[in-house]
Every structure is written in structure tokens, then in C-alpha cells.
């Protein structure tokens, strides 16, 4: 079972991951919906994925912990996406945040080759 630094297990419940998000010291108020289970979202389709209630918590922790700003330009105030370098671990990038990178529209769109 792979292990986070926060050291919960993979498959930890919403409530252990919970806690370990907040004793790692990030600001997060627990949701009034439950997070998806890593099985549901790993199940759903990649736009009922955008849409979880899991991923836009994590989304905005991402956006959050960039200080809102691209990572590769540094632009702020402009639209911003957070990118998945793999999927590999969909449904917990919160336990592997090096997977994804925030990047403005046109960072986005040169790294997808556009
Ligand atoms: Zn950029
Ligand atoms: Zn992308």
C-alpha cells in the first residue's frame, strides 16, 4: 500500500485523509460533501472527474498552494489550469501534489503542444 508523507494509506476514508491533510499544517476546511472515493473517480469519466467534489477542493489547493500563479511564467490574474503530468494516481494527486503543475492558458497550451 503506498503511503503519502502525511502517512495515511491509499485507500485511506475521507475522514483519515482529512486529518492528515490538516495536520500537515495546510489550511482546509472539511467539506460539506463527502470526497469520491478513489475507486468512483478512477470509475468516471474524465468530465464528471473535472467536476467531483473531490477535484475542485484539490484543484483549488493546488491553485492555492501556486500562490494563483503560473509555475512556469509566473503570471498572475490570468486563467489558470492545473495540469495533470500523469494520471497515475488520479482520484489522490493530494498525496502525490508533484503530479500536477499550475500552468496559465498559454503555458497550458505550449506544453500540450498547441
Ligand atoms: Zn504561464
Ligand atoms: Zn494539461
Given at each position: 500500500m503506498a503511503k503519502s508523507r502525511f502517512n495515511v494509506g491509499y485507500n485511506a476514508s475521507r475522514k483519515?485523509?482529512?486529518?492528515?491533510?490538516?495536520?500537515?499544517?495546510?489550511?482546509?476546511?472539511?467539506?460539506?460533501?463527502?470526497?469520491?472515493?478513489?475507486?468512483?473517480?478512477?470509475?468516471?469519466?474524465?468530465?464528471?472527474y473535472l467536476k467531483s467534489q473531490y477535484w475542485r477542493e484539490n484543484r483549488y489547493q493546488f491553485l492555492k498552494a501556486a500562490s494563483f500563479r503560473c509555475q512556469?511564467?509566473?503570471?498572475?490574474?490570468?486563467e489558470l489550469h492545473v495540469h495533470h503530468k500523469t494520471y497515475e494516481h488520479r482520484g489522490c494527486e493530494w498525496m502525490f501534489?508533484?503530479?500536477?503543475?499550475?500552468?496559465?492558458k498559454e503555458c497550458h497550451k505550449k506544453e500540450h503542444g498547441q
Open positions: 483519515q485523509r482529512e486529518k492528515a491533510w490538516e495536520n500537515s499544517g495546510r489550511t482546509f476546511k472539511p467539506a460539506k460533501r463527502r470526497w469520491e472515493s478513489p475507486d468512483e473517480l478512477r470509475a468516471m469519466s474524465y468530465p464528471g512556469k511564467c509566473r503570471a498572475k490574474d490570468v501534489p508533484k503530479d500536477v503543475i499550475v500552468f496559465c
